[in-house]
């Protein structure tokens, strides 16, 4: 959890963008500058890749350019979100140092030309890095203009996996803390299968391309070095800005779909606020839905503390199959979707629309049509109602509902051997993330192990890696009357990936009452009937209840006839098991009917709509504020009284939500 040593102190919900000046001419500044005072950016983060720019020769620094941008941006109450610019090397470096380009499985090396070409273990990458962030924190540490500080950039994006020899040196040092000895290690990662047992620390390399599958305790030990790692280059980058200046530091994360390589419950702790970067990806089947839960993910990780949204766009990305533009209103919506899910900044990636570049057909708050164009006007529509939500900056938002994530469960279920290849970890998170939040209802995503006391349900994904403390925090909540909903694959292995023996789900199985004892995938693209007329997919396991009520079984396929979804009293909670990934309908439905049975409610009572539905509630000392998010076309209503910010209309019983429209209303009345 952040330790917010240093809170990030700014009025009201932030507003702004990554700006990129060193792309454009000083007449062009002036134009964004005045620009950005009409659409209300009021935080921009600039340098994130300077480098060739403030340091064009080793050692020789020209801070002109920045100098003028950040007195510019100053002189007009701009706030300065400034990167450290050590994201992507330049040329010089790598000319001089062809060591520090990353090394691929395969070990053929990556080549500049990009960005973000360097290997997080390089000595000599990590020493011209802290040089340059001593440069920058000592110019600008005490400027008034200085709002935070943004380490690098979406640290691990391209690079998060390196393994050359100076990463395998690195790897070893990191495994001799963990294990202490060989033995520890041999006995970790099993390596008494195919004759892998090490007798000396040079003997072990981090998981490169083999003839075969490759040891996946090893691959588990080298994700967790890897994210390690990185922390380590974030760590070292804020250690140097900390004695220089006094504001808070952060870097952005990438919690969003297909981003699995970084560890963020281990990283946040080291942020004084937390940041995330989000696009919605269309390849999902609910990208909305999936908005929704990294925004949840993003405030579970600073422990339910406010968050910035540091990127996010106006319209399509350059970097999927099919980039789509946003329908119109959907900037709003999806910026305030964020807002009403704990952020106190709504950034987006980036100002002024590049004309060349690999990034040229990315969005931007001003695109290449200019200033006459619909997403200019939405922008600046958005810098508007964000300049009168001011009030709801600081708030904390309520749920009883929890989603356990885990990324050690994320890179053990995906290792390269598993019952099946149509198995993703994600997948699973999404399919019950998205059954809640069709459902209405406000869910705080937490660790494995994480205290539940605040929560009446919580639901427990494919949680395929589980410590035996891990499952007896859960088991004993549920005990205490807790209803849990778990999911198959969970249980499955320890945190050296080592099979939990006795029938699956190990350390949960007592307090499920079903006990597996085979798993049965299937085809992609197969149908299951469950006995209660529901179908899934995927997946079916042969397993009896042992003491668990079943309350739908397979009706044909490879499991017939046993358990699907069982329900288990322990102590006094209730243990939900659903061995299959049941379609999205029915999935909803039994979530539906749970959260009835345990008296979970949405933060308001909705009617109507169409189409998906933000219902959420942010509370502070004085007021609580409820935010209602309509996707759809059709109209809908909510219960509440108040004031109403976006219209600015008090409001009483009930509130219309046409289609496609934000509500926000303050109640004052306790809710
Ligand atoms: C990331 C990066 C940005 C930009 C965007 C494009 O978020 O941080 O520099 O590349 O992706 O979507």
Redesign the pocket.
């Known amino acids: 959890m952040p330790t917010a040593a240093r809170p990030f102190a700014h009025h009201g919900i932030a507003f702004g963008c990554?700006y990129n000046p060193e792309q454009w001419t000083a007449e062009v500044w002036d134009e964004d500058i005045r620009l950005m005072g009409e659409a209300g950016v009021d935080l921009v983060a600039i340098n994130?890749?300077g480098w060739s720019h403030i340091e064009p020769r080793a050692g020789e620094y020209d801070f002109r350019v920045l100098d003028d941008v950040i007195g510019r941006l100053h002189a007009a109450g701009i706030r300065v979100n400034l990167g450290t610019g050590t994201?992507s090397p330049p040329a010089w470096l790598a000319l001089s140092h062809p060591e520090i380009l990353p090394m691929a499985e395969d070990g053929t090396r990556r080549f500049p030309g990009g960005?973000q070409a360097w290997c997080p273990s390089s000595a000599v990458f990590r020493a011209a890095a802290l040089r340059l962030v001593e440069a920058v924190a000592g110019r600008y540490g005490e400027h008034p203009a200085v709002a935070l500080w943004h380490v690098s950039?979406?640290l691990g994006?391209h690079n998060a996996l390196c393994y050359c020899d100076e990463s395998a040196a690195a790897f070893r040092r990191w495994l001799e803390a963990k294990y202490d000895n060989l033995d520890a290690l041999n006995a970790a990662w099993g390596t008494a299968f195919w004759s892998q047992t090490y007798r000396q620390w040079d003997e072990i390399l981090p998981p490169r391309a083999t003839i075969s599958t490759r040891n996946p305790a090893q691959v588990l030990d080298f994700h967790r070095f890897s994210s390690d790692e990185l922390l380590s280059h974030y760590g070292a980058e804020a250690d140097v800005i900390r004695p220089l200046s006094a504001a808070p530091v952060t870097t952005?994360f990438?919690v969003t779909a297909h981003i699995e390589n970084l560890d963020y419950w281990s990283w946040a702790g080291e942020m004084d606020i937390v940041a995330n970067?989000h696009?919605l990806d269309h390849r999902l089947a609910d990208p909305t839905a999936e908005l929704a839960f990294a925004a949840d993910l993003s405030r579970g990780l600073g422990g339910g503390a406010p968050w910035i949204l540091m990127?996010h766009?106006t319209g399509a990305?350059?970097?999927q199959p099919l980039n789509k533009p946003k329908q119109p209103g959907e900037i709003l919506r999806n910026s305030l979707t964020h807002v009403a899910r704990g952020a106190d900044g709504v950034c987006f990636?980036?100002w002024r629309a590049s004309v060349q570049g690999s990034?040229k057909f990315?969005s931007a708050m001003l695109p290449h049509a200019g200033t006459d164009s619909a997403v200019w006007r939405e922008v600046v529509e958005l810098g508007a109602v964000v300049e009168r939500l001011a009030e709801v900056a600081g708030t904390r938002v309520e749920a009883r509902t929890a989603l356990v994530f885990s990324w050690e469960s994320w890179w053990a279920t995906q290792t390269e051997s598993r019952p099946s290849q149509a198995l993703g970890y994600l997948d699973q998170v999404h399919a019950a993330y998205g059954a809640l939040h069709a459902l209405g209802l406000t869910v705080d995503i937490v660790a494995p192990g994480a205290d539940l006391a605040d929560y009446a349900l919580v639901v427990v994904p494919g949680l395929h890696l589980i410590r035996a403390g891990e499952a007896a925090v859960l088991t004993d909540w549920i005990a205490a009357g807790g209803t849990a909903v778990v999911t198959f694959y969970s249980g499955i292995v320890d945190q050296d990936d080592r099979v939990w023996t006795g029938g699956y789900t190990g350390p949960l199985r007592e307090a499920l009452g079903v006990r597996i004892e085979e798993f049965a995938p299937i085809a992609p693209g197969a149908e299951l009937q469950l006995s209660d007329g529901s179908t899934s997919t995927l997946w079916s396991e042969r397993s009896h209840a042992t003491t668990a009520e079943v309350v739908a079984s397979f009706a044909d396929g490879p499991s017939a006839g046993s358990p699907a979804i069982t329900r288990n009293t322990w102590g006094d909670g209730t243990a939900w098991y659903v061995g299959t990934l049941l379609e999205p309908g029915a999935f909803r439905d039994l979530l539906g009917r749970i959260a009835d049975e345990t008296g979970v409610r949405p933060a308001a009572t909705v009617r109507g709509g169409d189409g998906a539905l933000e219902i959420v509630r942010r509370r502070g000392t004085d007021a609580s504020y409820l935010f209602v998010v309509n996707h759809g076309r059709a109209s809908a209503s909510a219960e509440a009284s108040g004031f109403e910010l976006i219209t600015g209309m008090p409001v009483t019983g009930d509130v219309d939500v046409p289609g496609g429209a934000v509500r926000i209303i303050r109640e004052e009345a306790a809710a």
Do not use: L
Request: with cysteine.
């Open positions: 990554d994130i890749f994201a960005r950039n979406e994006c952005n990438m970067d696009y990127e766009s990305v350059n970097w990636f980036q990034e990315h």
